[in-house]
C-alpha cells in the first residue's frame, strides 16, 4: 500500500493539555480523505502540524516516505494548502497574488496562474482588487492559490466556507477532476457532510483530540441501513403501538413527532395499525442512514457500520 502521509501517535499539547492525542492516520496516494469532527476537535492543529506551522510535542509525521523535520522544505514545496481563512494582499489583485506566490515558491509557469483562475472561476475578474472580493471569491483565490503549483498533497481546512450551492458544486468537481484526472491526494476538512459524502473514499473522525474511526466510504455504504422515517403526532403512543401491536423494537424516537424505524415492516400494515390506534401520520418516507447518521453515532459512542 503506497500512503502519501502517515502520523504515528502524534500529540500537540499547550500548557500540558493535549490538544491532539496519539493520533495514527494514513492517506493513501490519490484518495480524497475527508476528515471529519466537531469545532475545537483538533482539525485544524492536525493540519497545521502537517505543514509544519507548529511542531508537534510527540509523535511523527511521515510525507511522501520521509519524516518531516523543520527543514523538509522540497517535501512542503510538494504540498497546496488551505489552513483556516485564506489571507491575501488585499491592496493586489487576484493574479498580483499568484504571482507573488509563485515568486516565494520558485515556480515559474505564468500559463498555470491562468489555469488555476480558469479552474476557479475566477478568470474574468482576475484584476480585480482582493479588498472588493467576498468571502466565496477569497475561497476560491484560496483554492487557486493551493493548486497552483501542481501540488502532489492538498490540505483543505473548511474549503468551501462562503461558497454558494453553485460555487460548491464547482469546487466539488474541481476536486473529483483533481484526484482521478491527475492523481492528487486530498486531505479535505468540511462541516457540510452531506458534500463529503459525495466525494471522499476514506473519512478519518476526530473528537476531543483523538481520531475514533477510520474507515472507507465504500464500507459504510456497504453496511447501510435502510430505515423508515415517521412523523407523528404522538411518538410515546406511536412507539407503543410498534412494539405492542406489531412486535417492532428496533425504533430511535428522535423527538415528539419523529421516530425511525430499523425493523422491517409492510408499510401499508404500520399505516393501518397507527391510523386505528388513533395516531396520526404528517409523514412517512423509507430512508438510508446518510454519512451525517454514521458521524453523529461515532460521537455518540456507537458504530452503525460495525
Do not use: W
Not at 149 to 155: S, V, Y
Amino acid at each position: 500500500m503506497s500512503y502519501i502521509l502517515k502520523t504515528t501517535q502524534l500529540t500537540k499539547s499547550y500548557k500540558g493539555l493535549e490538544v491532539v492525542s496519539n493520533v495514527n492516520m494514513s492517506i493513501k496516494k490519490g484518495e480524497i480523505y475527508g476528515f471529519l469532527g466537531p469545532n475545537g476537535a483538533g482539525k485544524t492543529t492536525i493540519m497545521r502540524l502537517i505543514t509544519n506551522l507548529i511542531k508537534p510535542t510527540y509523535g511523527d509525521i511521515e510525507i511522501f516516505g520521509q519524516k518531516l523535520t523543520p527543514s523538509s522544505y522540497d517535501q512542503l514545496g510538494r504540498i497546496g494548502s488551505i489552513i483556516e481563512y485564506p489571507v491575501f494582499y488585499d491592496k493586489l489583485s487576484a493574479r498580483g497574488n499568484l504571482e507573488l506566490h509563485c515568486e516565494y515558491m520558485g515556480y515559474y509557469n505564468n500559463k498555470s496562474i491562468d489555469e488555476a483562475l480558469e479552474l476557479v472561476n475566477l478568470r474574468q475578474i482576475n484584476q480585480t482588487k482582493v479588498k472588493d472580493f467576498s468571502l466565496g471569491m477569497k475561497q476560491r483565490l484560496g483554492i487557486a492559490r493551493a493548486i497552483i503549483t501542481k501540488p502532489e498533497l492538498l490540505i483543505l481546512d473548511e474549503p468551501i466556507n462562503g461558497l454558494d450551492p453553485v460555487g460548491i458544486k464547482e469546487i466539488r468537481d474541481l476536486f473529483n477532476m483533481l484526484s482521478k484526472e491527475y492523481g492528487i491526494t486530498i486531505l479535505i476538512s468540511s462541516h457540510i457532510l452531506a458534500e463529503i459524502e459525495q466525494i471522499a473514499d476514506t473519512i478519518g473522525v476526530i473528537n476531543q483530540g483523538k481520531l475514533i474511526k477510520e474507515v472507507s466510504m465504500d464500507e459504510i455504504r456497504e453496511n447501510n441501513t435502510a430505515y423508515i422515517e415517521l412523523v407523528v403526532n404522538d411518538t410515546k403512543k406511536a412507539a407503543f403501538i410498534l412494539s405492542n401491536k406489531l412486535n417492532v423494537n428496533n425504533i430511535r424516537v428522535l423527538d415528539n413527532h419523529n421516530i425511525r424505524i430499523y425493523d422491517a415492516i409492510s408499510q401499508n400494515d404500520l399505516t393501518k395499525a397507527l391510523v386505528i390506534n388513533d395516531v396520526t401520520i404528517e409523514s412517512l418516507h423509507k430512508k438510508s442512514s446518510s454519512l451525517e447518521d454514521y458521524f453523529l453515532s461515532l460521537l455518540h459512542g456507537g458504530d452503525i457500520s460495525a
